[in-house]
């Protein structure tokens, strides 16, 4: 029966050939196109599908038909019907088809998407993602391939990993410059401009097939993902990097594909030997969290470089954010050198060792025993311990402790008019730090401090529509007074969907800082003028 369907093909194709009134009056091109076209639509209509070996093909093509397909003058163009694609001819016959596959742009979009077999495995099997696809490519010589590439760079393949340039297996003399499918289809596609460019370069412009077999290597984490979960589900492609620790968030509904996710992320990020998902939230004193090792090895021993400092500490111990980077900077932007600058929750030391860098005089506070350890190590390991006091203690303890106590030890340098140090207070604990504002109320008994004024740095979240008006409302209920014209807010980034980390800075005012003040203040003004009796003020007024 096979023999009878090929016979019928070949009777199709002598019989559109003897038409000469008719079908060979019109171009080449169309007499190629329709020929070909009606030869595949009498094996559709038999129900085979077309998936030749090397033997099958030579059969089934005649070789009026094989000259037919690889004319010089056929150019690539949608020769093919939709239901013939080009992985259903062999690598064998690549050498005769090559300048007769269709490509059509719209199906090219998912050119890159693994194989559908993928979709829900658990366990990460790297085979099961080779996908074979057939790119448009042109053929030009080696020694002009560099310029002609160059000036094709809007056309050409832009794909991470995969080369634009690759050699011609049978001329090597030529290369083929590999095209963006989604934008070459035949040489109408090209522009003006790169038409004549390949005019100039002699540059044939058939387009031929380049078979490239895409492998797990090839694809980007996020297309990989989207292959493998549920379809419609979110994908995670986002996560913190801290040194060679990538730390996620997992949602429920990701969980079962947990470890294939881990190993991915790890897979595409060089350097990264660790990938960990949080298993609860940040809800207690340390600010640490509960982790998973999802792929690699358990060390959260992390080396971490940020503003052109060096810190190391255990990520599975202590609280590190590399999403602060910039607030780290902007602060210590505002320092001058000989600041005194108060870190009351420095963790290993972000703000504080940096401060201490820029020649502040530094006192930094953690609660957490290992913060505590790390900021001593990071200290040394920055050599600013000289320059850092370091302190193990509760953060409303550190305030009216050791701060009050090194405050009024240098008042009156502080208060001196050459003096130009500043005083900052950094209180980076966003859950509770304004709750800690209290501390200033009445806090020293001297007037003369009123001079010397420090700057609170006070960090909050908000879910309120309006974050800034909601934290200086609860800075001033925790403070007693008004701080309306005397503060400025800052958002410094987006924790969640409608939660806010806000930044409030502020000089303490004298009247929160100091017991007596007003009243002490009214005592050092002069006296309101004593009111003339009525003969006083006739007296004063001299003769009429």
């Not at 609660?367 to 953060?395: A, I, T």
Request: charged share 25%; hydrophobic share 35%.
């Amino acid at each position: 029966m096979f023999s009878h369907i090929l016979q019928l093909g070949e009777n199709k194709v002598n019989h559109m050939r003897s038409q000469g009134n008719t079908t060979w009056n019109i171009s080449r091109y169309q007499q190629k196109r329709k020929i070909l076209n009606t030869f595949l639509q009498t094996f559709h209509r038999f129900g085979f599908f077309l998936f030749f070996t090397k033997t099958w093909t030579n059969t089934v093509l005649s070789v009026s038909v094989k000259k037919l397909a690889t004319r010089q003058q056929l150019q690539l163009t949608p020769l093919l019907p939709p239901y013939l694609s080009s992985q259903c001819i062999s690598k064998a016959g690549v050498t005769k088809l090559n300048t007769m596959s269709a490509y059509n742009p719209e199906e090219d979009v998912n050119l890159y998407t693994p194989p559908t077999t993928v979709r829900g495995i658990t366990e990460l099997n790297r085979d099961l993602f080779r996908k074979n696809v057939a790119l448009p490519a042109l053929k030009v010589k080696k020694d002009v391939v560099n310029k002609v590439t160059k000036s094709l760079k809007n056309s050409t393949l832009k794909r991470p990993g995969l080369k634009r340039v690759v050699e011609d297996s049978k001329d090597e003399m030529y290369r083929l410059i590999l095209l963006d499918p989604c934008k070459i289809s035949c040489m109408e596609s090209f522009e003006t401009s790169e038409k004549a460019v390949l005019k100039e370069y002699n540059v044939d412009l058939q387009i031929h097939m380049y078979h490239l077999e895409m492998t797990y290597e090839h694809f980007k984490p996020e297309e990989i993902l989207k292959a493998v979960l549920p379809e419609g589900q979110d994908v995670t492609s986002g996560f913190s990097r801290v040194g060679h620790i990538v730390h996620m968030n997992l949602r429920d509904h990701q969980l079962p594909y947990k470890y294939l996710i881990g190993q991915v992320i790890m897979d595409k990020n060089p350097g990264v030997t660790s990938v960990v998902n949080k298993t609860n939230i940040i809800d207690n004193t340390y600010r640490n969290f509960q982790m998973e090792v999802l792929a690699g090895e358990d060390n959260m021993i992390a080396k971490v470089k940020e503003n052109n400092i060096t810190y190391e500490f255990d990520f599975s111990k202590v609280y590190w954010n590399p999403r602060l980077s910039t607030e780290h900077s902007r602060i210590v932007g505002l320092l001058n050198s000989g600041d005194l600058v108060y870190d009351v929750f420095a963790g290993v030391g972000p703000f504080a060792i940096p401060a201490a860098k820029k020649n502040c005089r530094v006192m930094a506070n953690d609660l957490n025993p290992e913060s505590y350890k790390w900021l001593v190590h990071n200290c040394k390991l920055n050599k600013v311990n000289n320059k850092l006091q370091s302190f193990n203690m509760d953060g409303r303890d550190f305030l009216l402790g050791p701060v009050k106590k090194d405050f009024i030890k240098q008042i009156e340098i502080l208060s001196s008019k050459e003096n130009k140090t500043s005083i900052h207070i950094i209180m980076n604990l966003p859950g509770l730090a304004i709750e800690f504002l209290d501390v200033f109320r009445q806090l020293f008994e001297k007037q003369n401090l009123v001079d010397a004024l420090p700057t609170v740095h006070c960090y909050s979240f908000s879910k309120s529509n309006e974050p800034a008006k909601d934290i200086q409302r609860r800075a001033e209920d925790f403070l007693g007074t008004s701080l309306e014209g005397r503060c400025s807010i800052h958002l410094v980034r987006n924790v969640a969907p409608n939660k806010e980390m806000m930044c409030i800075s502020f000089k303490v005012p004298a009247e929160v800082l100091c017991k007596n003040y007003l009243a002490e203040r009214d005592n050092t003004e002069e006296p309101a003028p004593k009111r003339l009796r009525p003969d006083e003020v006739t007296a004063s007024e001299g003769p009429q």
